[in-house]
């Protein structure tokens, strides 16, 4: 396509230099003639008629000239397009295999790792038989003697916790709790008359 556009650009070229070269020529043909021939009337329209084919045939010439330069141009354009497209494809390969290559050397940095298929929990060979729930009922007055909390309590009333309360109200025995009553009563009757003494 590129070489057939190119020989008719050549050929339109050659054709374009050949009428350059005739038109001189058939000016001075029409001119002797003009001069010489006996009806200057009709030598004159035929040097009219001359100079309009002429010219004609130039303007076809430039016109044909210029539509095969345009095509020309415009397959050059493809060309161009498809040399673009084949670098671009190039360069996409080159792409791909450097990422190949570089996978292949973190690959070779890489180690295995050795996965031991343990089981992490291990049921026990022999199942220790669960303890048997004993239900034992709650008693709401043990802790009542413990804490900052205490109820100030008259001796002669003051309740001696069992055994098993002794073990809960952290380490007192009864001598303690007793002292400890003894010391809130006198504290209780200083509190008491000091506060009359206030009011009187």
Known sequence: MQKTTTCQVIFNLNCYGNCKVKLPELFQTSR????QAPDKRKALEETKAYTTQSLASVAYQINALANNVLQ???IQASQLRRMESSINHISQTVD???EKVARREIGIL???KNTSRTHKIIAPANMERPVRYIRKPIDYTVLDDVGHGVKVRTPGNL???SNTEQEIGLGWT????KAFSAFIDVVGR???CTHVQTFQ
């Open 96 to 98: 791909i295999h450097k």
């Open 159 to 161: 309740r001696i916790p």
């Open 110 to 112: 890489t180690t295995n």
């Open 72 to 74: 020309l141009l415009d």
């Open 32 to 35: 002797s003639s003009a001069l």
């Open 190 to 192: 200083v509190v008491s």
């Open 174 to 177: 009864v001598t303690d709790i």
